[in-house]
């Protein structure tokens, strides 16, 4: 089994910025692609942004220009800088990723339990 841990979520006012991390772990994996979702309360949850293991990005329109995402293959984590939030940014940001066990395993998809970022006007 392989567990995504979220963090670095919080309260911040408009304009500012937060850092999200998260930290896959386990035995014997290989991440993929990973991602970050949001989903805001009465919403559905969609895609912030993505990376390859190659480090090709993938924005959502809406935080292109403010949202970083990047990613450190040694230390198996993933990371979300958020620039200039927006209230509109509020809600629950979820890590997803592509999870390879083996050769043989083939992929199987991750999520973490989610971290809450509140951003006051």
């Known amino acids: 089994q392989v567990q995504l841990a979220e963090s670095g979520g919080g309260l911040v006012q408009s304009g500012g910025s937060l850092r999200l991390s998260c930290a896959a772990s386990g035995s014997a994996f290989t991440l993929y692609t990973m991602a970050w979702y949001r989903q805001a309360p009465d919403k559905q949850r969609d895609l912030v942004a993505s990376?390859?293991?190659?480090?090709?990005?993938n924005y959502a329109d809406s935080v292109k220009g403010r949202f970083t995402i990047s990613r450190d293959n040694a230390k198996n984590t993933v990371y979300l800088q958020m620039n200039s939030l927006k209230p509109e940014d509020t809600a629950v940001y979820y890590c997803?990723?592509?999870?390879?066990?083996?050769?043989?395993?083939?992929?199987?998809?991750?999520w973490g339990k989610g971290t809450l970022v509140t951003v006051s006007s």
């Open positions: 997803n990723a592509d999870v390879s066990r083996g050769a043989y395993a083939g992929v199987t998809n991750y």
């Open positions: 990376i390859t293991r190659g480090d090709s990005t």
